[in-house]
C-alpha cells in the first residue's frame, strides 16, 4: 500500500509516494517530526525532534527508516536555511537509528551513550559515530541542552534529553504519550527498574513545559505520571500470569 508524505508546516503541506513524514512546530525553534514504521504489521507513529540554534540544527533522534530521512533533511534546509549540525540517538532501536548512516555521509555529527552503542553493535543496528560516556552538557548556536540517563526502562540503554531554558523534556520511548493504552514493544525492557527510573526523572525535571514522548501524541505534560501508571498495571498482569 502507497502512502502519501505529509509535510505539515504553519504554510502548507507536500506529497510524495513514500511513507508519511509530519512536521509540526512546537515552541519557537522547537519542532516534533514524527515519522512511520511497521509495528505488529500495521504503520505506527514515531516522535523525534530538531532544534533550530544560531549555528544550525540540533536533531534528536533519526526517522524511522532511510526513506524518510533524506526528506526531512530537505525539509529542513528548505525552511531554516540552515544545515544540520548533529544527532542524538536516545537508544539503540532502529526507530532512533535508522537514518545514522545518511546522516553521516551529509557530514552530520551522529551521537549515542557507549550503552546504545554496545547495545546496537550486539543487536546489528546502525551505530552513530560519536559517543558520550556519561550524562553530558551540550551547547551549540546559544541553545544549552544535557542528556541524562535514568536507568533502565524501555531499554536499558534509555536517555533523555533536557533543553532546560524551553524546559522541554525529550523522552524517546523511555515516555509513553498519554494516547498509549499499553506499554508497546518490551522485548528489551526492564519493567521492574523502569517505574524506579522514571520516578528519578520526575524528581530531576520538575514543571516541564513539553514532554515528548517516543510514539503518539506529545501534548499532555503528565505523560512521564501516565508512563508509572501503565507499568505499574503491567506488573500486575505479570504477577497475574506468575
Not at 202 to 215: A, E, L, M
Amino acid at each position: 500500500m502507497k502512502w502519501l508524505l505529509f509535510i505539515v508546516f504553519s504554510m502548507g503541506v507536500c506529497y510524495s509516494q513514500q511513507a508519511r513524514l509530519e512536521i509540526y512546530p512546537l515552541t519557537m525553534g522547537f519542532y516534533v517530526f514524527t515519522t512511520y514504521g511497521e509495528f505488529k504489521d500495521q504503520l505506527f507513529p514515531a516522535n523525534g525532534m530538531y532544534v533550530v540554534t544560531n549555528n544550525g540544527v540540533v536533531m534528536i533522534d533519526t526517522p524511522w527508516d532511510t526513506s524518510q530521512t533524506r526528506p526531512l533533511l530537505d525539509s529542513i534546509e528548505k525552511k531554516h536555511q540552515l544545515p544540520v549540525l548533529m544527532c542524538i540517538s536516545t537508544h539503540f532501536h532502529d526507530d532512533r537509528t535508522a537514518g545514522v548512516n545518511i546522516l553521516r555521509q551529509k557530514g552530520i555529527k551522529t551521537f549515542c551513550s557507549m550503552l546504545t552503542f554496545e547495545n546496537g553493535k550486539k543487536a546489528g543496528e546502525k551505530l552513530p559515530e560519536f559517543l558520550f560516556y556519561s550524562d553530558t552538557t551540550f551547547q551549540i548556536g546559544g541553545i544549552k541542552f544535557q542528556t541524562f540517563y535514568p536507568g533502565k526502562g524501555h531499554t536499558s540503554d534509555n536517555i533523555v534529553v533536557w533543553f532546560p531554558d524551553a524546559r522541554v523534556l525529550y523522552g524517546g520511548c523511555f515516555i509513553k504519550s498519554r494516547d498509549a493504552k499499553g506499554m508497546g514493544n518490551l522485548a528489551d525492557a526492564d519493567i521492574n527498574e523502569w517505574p524506579h527510573s522514571i520516578k528519578k526523572t520526575i524528581r530531576k525535571f520538575k514543571s516541564p513545559q513539553y514532554v515528548i514522548p517516543g510514539h503518539e501524541g506529545w501534548y499532555d505534560k503528565k505523560a512521564l505520571q501516565h508512563t508509572l501508571r501503565l507499568i505499574k498495571a503491567e506488573i500486575k498482569i505479570l504477577k497475574k500470569k506468575d
